[in-house]
């Protein structure tokens, strides 16, 4: 096992399980922790860099685990986030634990699943927040931090969604710039170091572009504690979200004193240090909006597409992504700045064989960043004479491997008028890594919901169920959103004497594993009733499979089944139930009345000799036999003591309604409740006696 | 309600204890709790399941603990495993699945 260097600790599973995908997509190795002991013996494991905890954690109070985080002695600090939603996370709370050292508060959405889209959103634009602000998340970042530190250029950072946007992060130069403690800074705005020296002019300057989200840069004369003046060259930069929102201002600040008295050796470390703090800010901002709109892509299309928004025009003029198939060469994706080199792109040929040397093949195959003079550019992007290479003409290239998972998915060539320099080949080398991962995920995705599709498409019925002398409604919701795939199944089929058997059932789990389960649910109750007349006969056949699966995999198959055998009678139908372990079905009479009916028996997969009954029951015409499973039982009975909803309830007064309506109706039942389960419904109502209403008119 | 899993051994015996909601994310902490609790110590030491906690118990939190049992029959031999029900929802999904007499139920 790889040693953890992330920690989440709370004891909201859904949510820990949420953060924990979250976090391994980036790389992590997490281990979540349920109590505060396994939290504070792992804490001073080596390499822990970021610790998530919930705000309340057991019957702690978050502020007393920090405070004992504080005092284990740890080999290397770590980011500790505090995540909970907004009514965990009130204003005094988020105040203590940002003096308690906290590095970011996550307010996560109420109510969710670990697999909501809106969730893995919302985490995935923190997480990038983290890694733009808190730079000691990758070890990218801590360089970076490190070269802020030592140049002498103070680095803040402010939030816009707190009241006169006060400053949320500062570094020790800047510190040491004004004399001021982190203590004394954090929380407050910047202007705490305006006196009557500084420039009026420069101060509506910047309030301006601040105000309309603009970077800017001024030179102000701001006042040290000590009282002393300094020349502040400030830069300032908003940093957007995925959304575009600015969620913080990154403030830098070069003493630039010394300069305006015209010392050299200060002059170039001025200029230097704004350098650095240029191409920082300029990485940080480039990042933090990278981040969120590769990770929130699971569409291979959509990944490719924000790399080229993300590269162009920032990196260079165009951006190519190209994938090697064999010895093809195919171009993914192209994007230009302004129409003249887009169409030039657009002309070249999607395909090409590979050339003798070929640049990209060379990239591809081990050869890392490759800088690309002007012909080499045309080789790789296979323009030729006469497919309009001479608008290309003379741009240089950059070609950057995409890995992903130890191999290489693409890949990607940016073009320019120069070299692409030092800070931007790294730039360029971290969005790579990004894109490489985000089009191999999308990859993934797609197969394994294709996967997920086709073994649904295999739990339920081809046609629409066809019932001798009865109409039928059947509805199906797979729980969750996305990827889910549900573990309810339905089928009627002709058995070996010719009378129907309807089954529905529900396996235990869910997702791919409870799929293929219900589908071999399904087909041993197919192949049972080929040879076997009673409902209990074919629920005994499933339950030997099931627990000869068992023997065979050592992990446990359960299944609830209810079977119905529908044979013809003079006045409509003979209804014979058998359950196993599964909620009774509810009759509702013509003229209203509603029963439930069937005897409970024991649920497949678990004893040897399940007990079965068999109950059967005439329906005459217009009667309807309602069958589900626990999706929508436990949806309406829900937890609230004071709503003991039944189906049979729910079936109350519905006489009225059609079958189709009816089926709807438990539909929409079984989505109010709170948890969003696998849901089967199948309602059949017994065709009127043709013959008899002859004979009676 | 809060999910929690405690395991606490007193007297020799492996108590397990789950309170909160027992479904499709809970399940498999308990299931792994579990299989720890089997192997811990000699690997022989009685364990309780107590169940009194749990608010609500769907198919997967079942399938958990009958994964459990199952366990115990082929490996522990008989005994080793006690379940306390508790009263209510897991009762409920119990008598459901027609396995209270199938069950090692044990009093509190």
Known sequence: MTPSDALIADGETERAEAVRAELARHGHSVRVVADRETLLDHVADDGIRLIVLAPTFGTEPVATILEALRTLPRSSPAVVVVAGTREELDEQLVREVVELGVADVWELPDGVTATDVRLRLVLAEFYARLQAEHVRVGGEFTILRRALDLTGTGFVLTDPALEDNPIVYVNESFCRMTGYSPDEILGRNCRFLQRDVTDPESIAIMRDAIREHRPVAVTLSNVRRDGTVFQNEVHIAPVRDGHGRVVRFVGVQVDVTQHRDGRGDRLAMAEGSRRLAEAALRRTRFLSDAGPRLDATLDRRAALDALALLAVPALGTACVVLSVDGDVVRRDSASGAGSAIQEALDALPETRPATPGDPVLVAATGGGPLELDGTRALQALGATNGNGSATLEGLRGFAIPLPARGRTVGVLVILGPAPLGGDDAALAQDLAARAGLAVDNARLYEEQRQVAEQLQRETLPERPLRLPRASVATRYRAGGAGMRVGGDFFDAFPIEDGATLVVIGDVTGKGAPAAALATIARSTLRTAGTYEVSPAAILRTLNLTLLRHRAETSRGRFVSVAACRLDETPTGLRATLCLAGHPAPVLQRADGTVEVVGRGGTLLGFAPSPRLWEVAVDLGPKDRLILFTDGLSEAIEGDEEDRPVTVADLVEDTRDTSLDDLADRLLEASAAGRRADDVAICVLEVTPNRDRALRSV | ?108
């Open chain 2, 1 to 108: 309600m809060q999910w929690t899993l405690d395991t606490n051994l007193i007297d020799g015996t492996r108590r397990v204890v789950p309170t909160g909601e027992l479904d499709l994310v809970t399940a498999p902490l308990l299931a792994r709790a579990l299989v720890e609790a089997e192997r811990a110590g000699d690997g022989d030491s009685p364990i309780v399941l107590d169940l009194t906690g749990v608010t609500f118990m769907d198919s997967s939190g079942l399938a958990a603990v009958l994964e459990a049992v199952q366990r115990g029959e082929e490996h522990g031999g008989p005994g080793r495993l006690g379940i306390v029900p508790g009263e209510g929802v897991v009762v409920r999904v119990l008598q459901l699945a027609d396995l209270m007499d199938s069950l090692p139920l044990v009093a509190p």
